[in-house]
C-alpha cells in the first residue's frame, strides 16, 4: 500500500531522475558502463542520487530510463551471493556498501525510447505517479548540490509560498549561454524568508548569449514542481534538436500566472555530466574521504609539483 504525501515529512512522494542519456562525453568507458555507474571515489552518483532522496524522505524513485540501461537500476538490487560470500569472509564493511543502494530507495524503471529531451523525460514519470501526489521532485544526476539538504529548503519555501520551487546557482555572466537562466524579482520583505536567498521567477531563457541574459541565476538541476507541470508539458511543443525543454513548459506555467520561486545555493555544485567536471569531484570527495584522503593529498602534491617543474623546465 502506497504512502499518503502527508506520510512524507516534505510531501514529497516521487523524486524523477531522468537517467537515459548516452554518455557519450564519457566514450569509451560508457560503451558498456552507464555514466551513472561511474564512482566519485567509491559511490556511484546515481547512490548518492538516491541518498539525497531518501533525506528528502521520498519514499519512489522514479528512474528514466533507456532501453539499454538496466544496469542502473540493478545496482539497487541486493546480491544474496555476494553478501554471502563477504560476510563468510568477515568483510561486514563492504556487506554494508552493497546493501546500502537498496537499503536507500527502491526504484521504479520508466522507459524512454528515443531521447527527445528533458522535459520529455520527466513527462513520462507521470504514469507512476499516484492521484494524490500534487508535487513532485525532479534530480537531474549529473549535479551534485553540495551540503545535501536544498532540497528540503525548497521545501519550507514551497509549503509558505506555494507553486514550484527551483534550485539556482549564481555563475559569472560569461557562463549563462550553458544554463537556463532566470528572470527574477525581489520577494516581498516581510514573507518571513530570506530575501537574498528566495527570490520570485518571472521567467526563463534557455541558454542565453551572456549579454541578452535577464541574470547570472541558472538552474542547477533540482526542482520541486506543481503536478501541472505534466499539462504544461504536453502543451510543450519540441525546440532545438526536435527536444522537448522543461524549461518551456515551467515558463509556459509561470505565463499562465503559476508561482514559480528560486532557492540560490550557496555550497558547492560538481557537474558529474561531463569530464571537466566529474574530474574534480572525486578530487573533492576523495580529499574528503577519512581513509583516502591523506595520502591522496599527499599524492597530488606530488603530481603538481612534478607538472610544475615539467613546465619550468619546457619554458627555459
Known sequence: MSLSPSAHPHGVKTVIVPAAGLGTRFLPATKTVPKELLPVVDTPGIEL?????????????????????QEVLRHFEHFPDLVETLSERGKTDQVEKVQRAGKLMTPVAVEQEKPLGLGHAVGLAES?????????????PDDLVLPMGVLEKMAAVRAQLGGSVLCAVDVPREDVFNY???????????????????????GMVEK?????????????GRYLLDRGIFDALRRTQPGKGGEIQLTDAIETMIQEGHKVHIVV???????LGN????????????????????????????????HE??????GE
Do not use: W
Open 275 to 306: 569530464p571537466v567536471g566529474y574530474i574534480p569531484a572525486c578530487v573533492d570527495f576523495g580529499l574528503s574521504h577519512p581513509q583516502y584522503g591523506p595520502a591522496l593529498r599527499r599524492a597530488i602534491t606530488e603530481i603538481l609539483a612534478e
Open 49 to 69: 542520487i538516491a541518498e539525497e532522496a531518501n533525506a528528502l524522505g521520498a519514499s519512489r524513485l522514479a528512474l528514466i530510463v533507456a532501453p539499454n540501461k
Open 208 to 220: 542565453p548569449d551572456p549579454e541578452d541574459a535577464p541574470s547570472t541565476f541558472v538552474a542547477t
Open 180 to 202: 537556463g537562466v532566470f528572470d527574477i524579482k525581489d520577494i516581498p520583505a516581510d514573507c518571513g524568508l530570506d530575501s537574498e536567498d528566495v527570490k520570485r521567477v518571472v
Open 309 to 314: 617543474a615539467a613546465e619550468t623546465s619546457a
Open 265 to 271: 545555493h550557496r555550497g558547492k555544485r560538481h557537474d
Open 128 to 140: 507512476v505517479l499516484d492521484d494524490d501526489e500534487d508535487v513532485v521532485a525532479v534530480m537531474l
